[in-house]
């Protein structure tokens, strides 16, 4: 029973325009979550998280949004580059370490 | 300095055979976790070792699966009469201390193909 879901499987953007990325989650209790990015033959590397307490949290050109009521997270990311394209997994988290991953979304940003 | 390594890399194995997986984490990490990625999924969680502490096995899926941590540092993770559904990316991370806002650091991975 999947608690996290990326209902996109893949995103193509142009380079210079927005990607936006979305996550949905059932479990209410989960209280922190992340986004991670995986290129081909790498393990997953940290993006961005945010915690439950904020709607909203930005990093450079990544930013996070949270709508709790939801049950619904989202990644911007502007501008898009190149080196942008990637999988992307969103996970959540219950106040422990145990992360639970949506099944990724492959972004391929165009030139 | 160094990341998160596994080996090997790749693995392809008869179904039946046991296979070990290994880990070496960062130094200085308490924490250890083993995932999985099969086809067209998120990862899963599968066990978590935390210093000198009892391991989390509750994302094991069989008792054909264990791990170990031994000294604190390198981990295998043992599939026993492997069956085509354990196919998949095996993934460890490691993380400086227990819980959700210290971040993962994932190694590379293995596949394993179960034929």
């Known amino acids: 029973d999947q608690q996290v879901k990326q209902n996109s499987p893949s995103l193509s953007v142009q380079e210079g325009r927005i990607s936006i990325l979305n996550c949905d989650y059932t479990n209410s209790m989960f209280d922190y979550f992340l986004w991670y990015k995986k290129y081909p033959a790498e393990g997953p590397t940290f993006l961005i998280s945010?915690?439950?307490?904020?709607d909203k949290n930005e990093d450079g050109r990544f930013t996070v949004f949270l709508n709790k009521s939801a049950k619904h997270l989202s990644l911007h990311i502007v501008p898009s580059q190149p080196g942008d394209s990637a999988v992307y997994f969103c996970a959540a988290s219950e106040s422990d370490y145990k992360l639970s991953f949506g099944a990724g979304t492959t972004v391929t940003v165009r030139a | 300095g160094a990341g998160v390594s596994q080996s090997p890399s790749n693995k392809v194995t008869e179904k039946g055979k046991d296979v070990e997986l290994r880990c070496d984490p960062i130094?200085?990490?308490?924490?250890l976790y083993w995932y999985r990625q099969s086809l067209g999924q998120g990862l899963e969680f599968l066990i978590y070792?935390?210093?000198?502490?009892?391991?989390?096995k509750s994302g094991l899926p069989s008792d054909r699966f264990s791990a170990e941590r031994t000294g604190g540092s390198v981990s295998t993770l043992t599939i026993q009469r492997t069956q085509q559904e354990d196919s998949a990316v095996y993934l460890c991370a490691s993380s400086l201390m227990r819980g959700a806002s210290y971040e993962q650091y994932f190694g590379p991975g293995t596949r394993l193909t179960v034929t």
């Open positions: 070792f935390q210093g000198n502490s009892a391991p989390d």
């Open positions: 945010i915690s439950s307490i904020k």
């Open positions: 130094s200085g990490h308490t924490a």
